[in-house]
């Protein structure tokens, strides 16, 4: 895998994000939920933008992002809650921002590429769509490190489908006909 020309052009890139179960890296250095916001800035620098001014309670959960590494960030009593890393190029209604994608990452020792339909990477994998969680607007991966670590996949699912309007009975996945990932949202599983 290291010898292929596209991980080659994936390690020249500016911003690496390497996803793989419990093991979260950007260029090669380790983060995880629940790191404080100055550990976030030790990985990641300090050029965050604050969405919303937090109010006088320092525990309301608040977003930060950095369009040009396609990151947006919940923190939450001053610990990294939730991480949206962008695939593809999205415009942010609030705040007003168009966020760049991230050319490619790993995802599970497999580069996702922004052309990627997910079928594609599922195959380059080596892996089913038996082994992760789907439902209408993408897919999940799950892992159990200190708690149960999800990523969810953005990326909408269709399905088969007769009749029309509100008569209309839903069938299996096209798995066949799946779409590009828009982006990944990292954090655990509160109901455990």
Request: glycine share 6%; charged share 25%.
């Amino acid at each position: 895998m290291n010898d292929t020309l596209e991980y080659q052009k994936f390690m020249t890139q500016e911003h690496r994000f390497e996803l793989n179960g419990c093991n979260l890296k950007y260029n090669g250095k380790p983060f995880e939920l629940g790191m404080s916001v100055q550990q976030l800035e030790e990985v990641f620098g300090e050029n965050w933008v604050k969405e919303k001014e937090t109010s006088e309670n320092e525990n309301e959960p608040y977003f930060v992002y950095n369009k040009q590494k396609g990151m947006e960030i919940v923190i939450e009593k001053n610990k990294v809650r939730d991480i949206y890393i962008f695939i593809q190029d999205t415009y942010l209604e609030y705040p007003n921002i168009q966020m760049e994608g991230n050319t490619t990452i790993m995802l599970n020792n497999t580069l996702l590429n922004q052309t990627d339909k997910m079928h594609e990477y599922i195959k380059r994998a080596d892996t089913t769509f038996d082994e992760i969680g789907i439902k209408s607007s993408g897919y999940t991966f799950r892992y159990s490190c200190n708690n149960e670590l999800i990523y969810f996949l953005d990326s909408p699912v269709s399905y088969h489908r007769k009749g029309g309007g509100h008569l209309y009975i839903s069938g299996a996945w096209k798995l066949e006909e799946t779409n590009e990932v828009k982006s990944i949202h990292i954090y655990y599983d509160e109901k455990i």
